[in-house]
């Protein structure tokens, strides 16, 4: 791979990420009809930790040491991508409504923008702050399907509360992802992450079971699991991982909107919604407003 390939890739690895970011969605509409939520997000992340030990168990038996010394750090990581991230939108949408969570989680990237600015000084310049607001414009096209009383009329529940402290701690995770450099391989330090969050995840698990709903372990439960752990799990966050530790924090909360993007034609798809041209037209908008960040890097 030559120079210039090498500089285009990760920004290539931005617009591919989201499409398996954005198939938790599916997950979200599908999944939750057989499986309860906090079931789903604990099976997820303990199945992607399985899969993932299989490849790196004697790279991170030999480095043993550097995991216990980053332990506090992964342990955070692993509660907010994989908890905090996994939970908080699966329960939003029981008292919310998609439109809702797809407009408060595309804040997302400017909580990153804001973290990134406020502790670690990291300059926001004009190309970012103008692509920024041209996404944003881009995905509330979407959401509100072109017409602006259908924003204008909206209510917000106590689900929506969920799904900002959802965005706030994808936030969260990409930045300290990013800062807290790792003596450890992408994918070992990964592996730790998902064990991390499936244990964080494990008391509510409990609870849940025992409250609340209990897990019917038939085959949609499987079903359910092992996609939710392969394509919004291990590729999404592998993904997401790499374009981060090229592109830095800040531009790669950018992919939030695609995943918005995304996320409608995986309705259009999966569940018969039509194409209108308000999608085009947002679409476009969000592809502008990426180049615009790129075109300052």
């Known amino acids: ?4 390939n090498k500089n285009l890739f990760p920004f290539f690895l931005l617009f591919i990420q989201p499409i398996f970011m954005a198939s938790n969605l599916v997950v979200a509409r599908g999944g939750i009809e057989y499986v309860p939520p906090i079931s789903l997000s604990f099976w997820r992340w303990f199945l992607v930790f399985l899969i993932l030990l299989a490849f790196n168990f004697f790279y991170l038996k030999k480095n043993y040491p550097k995991i216990i010394k980053e332990f506090k750090k992964l342990f955070f990581l692993g509660a907010m991508g994989c908890g905090v991230c996994s939970v908080f939108p699966y329960l939003a949408g029981e008292t919310t409504t998609i439109v809702n969570m797809g407009i408060i989680y595309t804040s997302s990237p400017i909580f990153i923008i804001l973290i990134s600015n406020i502790f670690f000084k990291e300059k926001i310049n004009n190309f970012m702050l103008l692509g920024l607001i041209i996404c944003l414009i881009g995905v509330i096209v979407i959401i509100i399907k072109g017409n602006i009383t259908f924003l204008l009329n909206l209510k917000f529940t106590s689900g929506d509360l969920w799904m900002l402290g959802a ?22 330090r990964f592996t730790i992450i998902s064990l991390l969050g499936s244990i964080s995840l494990f008391p509510f698990y409990l609870i849940e079971q025992n409250l609340f709903q209990s897990t019917n372990f038939d085959l949609n439960f499987y079903i359910w699991v092992v996609f939710a752990a392969i394509s919004p799990g291990i590729i ?6 790499i374009t981060q530790k090229h592109l830095g924090a800040s531009t790669t909360g950018f992919t939030l909107y695609l995943f918005t993007v995304y996320g409608a034609f995986y309705g259009i798809i999966f569940f018969g919604e039509t194409v209108e041209y308000y999608h085009f037209i947002g679409a476009l908008l969000v592809f502008v407003g990426i180049y615009l960040v790129k075109k300052n890097k």
């Not at 791979?1 to 210039?4: D, I, L, S």
Request: net charge positive; no cysteine.
């Open 236 to 241: 999404a966050f592998s993904l997401y991982t």
């Open 167 to 188: 965005a706030i701690g994808w936030a969260l995770y990409s930045v300290y992802l990013f800062r807290w450099k790792s003596t450890l391989s992408v994918f070992p």
């Open 1 to 4: 791979m030559n120079n210039t």
